[in-house]
């Protein structure tokens, strides 16, 4: 066997490892490989009293997973990332693990910074449809896109809890008006704190994070 034919060879394996261990791909497996193990240790010990919540999960990481490959959100791996990551804390720390529970308006917390996350999100999806004219577009409407974005992703998240409430039989929202709205507030403040870096960056002022987010999905 030539020994370019063995550098070829080394150089495909190379590339194939880097694929594997891209790092969206990674914490996807990885977040697996917990549910997995959760789910022996509920059934085993626990008498499954969290496989619904566990099985509702990976549904989610499925439908999450099938969502990003066939739309143009394929591109942004910190979208796939943000998303995977919030369910991972509001799903499994929250509702596995309880930290719901045990850590004192931990599901606030988490709508706040949701929405802060959804806001930047709003931003990609903004630019990826009008490429090269954002820096044209009125600051204040790219502004008013990701908060409209946040506050609409807020009230989805919330019928996707209260769907999967009655479907399941949980009690994510607590049975409480009180609750779901406090979500959606959280969730609205968050994408206005969202609001400032992104009017910025809309003026002009440079922000290498808003930036390298936005060429991810644009190029």
């Known amino acids: 066997m030539g ?5 070829k060879i080394a150089l495909n394996l190379n590339k194939i490892m880097k694929k594997k261990l891209a790092y969206d791909d990674s914490f996807t497996l990885a977040f697996l490989i917990i ?10 010990f626990q008498g499954g009293s969290r496989v619904p919540r566990i099985f509702l999960i990976f549904i989610t990481i499925v439908v999450a997973k099938l969502f990003f490959k066939v739309t143009f959100l394929k591109k942004s791996r910190f979208v796939y990332m943000a998303t995977l990551i919030f369910i991972f804390i509001s799903m499994y720390l929250g509702n596995v693990l309880n930290f719901y529970t045990y850590i004192g308006n931990y599901d606030k917390i988490l709508h706040l910074i949701s929405g802060i996350i959804i806001g930047f999100i709003g931003v990609i999806i903004f630019a990826y449809f009008t490429q090269e004219y954002l820096k044209k577009i009125n600051p204040m409407f790219v502004v008013f896109f990701s908060v409209i974005f946040a506050i609409a992703l807020a009230g989805t998240w919330e019928i996707w809890e209260f769907t999967t409430d009655r479907l399941f ?4 929202q607590l049975n409480s008006l009180i609750d779901t709205m406090t979500d959606i507030i959280c969730g609205t403040v968050g994408g206005l704190i969202s609001a400032i ?10 922000n290498k994070f808003l930036s390298t987010i936005i060429k991810e999905i644009i190029e």
């Open 35 to 44: 549910l997995l193990i959760t789910f022996c240790y509920n059934s085993i």
């Open 3 to 7: 020994l370019n034919y063995k550098l």
């Open 169 to 172: 039989g949980l009690n994510s």
């Open 197 to 206: 870096p992104i009017y910025l960056f809309a003026k002009g002022k440079h």
